[in-house]
């Protein structure tokens, strides 16, 4: 590559990124629903012809910031889980990647609203979102199956009604993995992100104050609920030992 032409790859991923930056201000304060890229580009002192260079319309820029966000998560979620170091522990390893989710949304309280809050009026998310949004996903999906092939795993029982969805979702999801497994799984990443919300959202105002050790408790349920066991000689934050 030239020198001229890394200058100008440098110049432009420094505008997007403070396009990105701005964006993510106008998100705190307006909402996602009232971003404009006439206002971030009035705001970074550009005219809108050349803001579109970097993203043809709204929707290109919420894109950019949707993925930017759950990568993020993501990231904090994997680092979470690689600093375990009892890696036999699984059910430990859920429940910090769970506290890792929390202290990422109470930490970007309006790029988890952007993901996980009200959907956006008009928008309608690209599949080039899905690999990011899958990261927190395939952590829990990976301690499970880690779980499943080795001891420590806790069966459970499916209504009748039930199994042929179970094993569709098994087909799809984890086909390695038991269907009822895989039901409690998407069941448990679905109350994990309701916690979550009810926290960030003021759900628990008045209700639950003393929101930390309640949502440790609350993580190690779900990981219970999955079929995964504390191990060790006490088992953390009030879990089952194997046979318990």
């Known amino acids: 590559m030239s020198t001229a032409r890394g200058a100008r790859a440098r110049a432009r991923t420094e505008v997007t990124a403070a396009i990105k930056d701005e964006a993510r201000r106008q998100l705190a304060a307006e909402g996602a629903a009232r971003l404009s890229l006439r206002a971030v580009a009035r705001e970074l002192g550009m005219v809108s012809s050349a803001l579109y260079r970097y993203f043809p319309s709204r929707d290109d820029l919420l894109t950019a910031l949707i993925i930017d966000a759950y990568d993020s ?8 889980h690689a600093k375990v170091s009892d890696a036999a522990n699984h059910a430990q390893r859920w429940v910090s990647v769970c506290e890792a989710v929390r202290g990422w949304a109470l930490a970007h309280p309006h790029e988890y609203a952007l993901i996980y809050g009200s959907p956006v009026p008009g928008y309608v998310a690209p599949d080039t979102t899905v690999p990011a949004a899958s990261r927190v996903g395939l ?32 087909a799809d999801l984890a086909p390695d993995l038991p269907p ?37 408790h609350a993580a190690a349920q779900l990981a219970h609920e999955v079929g995964l066991v504390f191990t060790g000689p006490t088992p953390p934050h009030g879990g089952s030992k194997p046979g318990s």
């Open 180 to 216: 009822a497994t895989v039901v409690a799984l998407v069941a448990a990443w679905a109350k994990l992100f309701g916690l979550v919300g009810f926290e960030l959202f003021g759900q628990f105002h008045r209700l639950v104050e003393d929101r930390e050790p309640f949502f440790r």
């Open 139 to 170: 952590v829990l999906l990976g301690i499970v199956r880690d779980a499943h092939q080795g001891p420590g795993v806790v069966g459970s029982r499916l209504p009748a009604e039930l199994e042929p969805e179970a094993r569709r979702m098994a």
């Open 73 to 80: 998560l993501g990231e904090t979620a994997e680092v979470a």
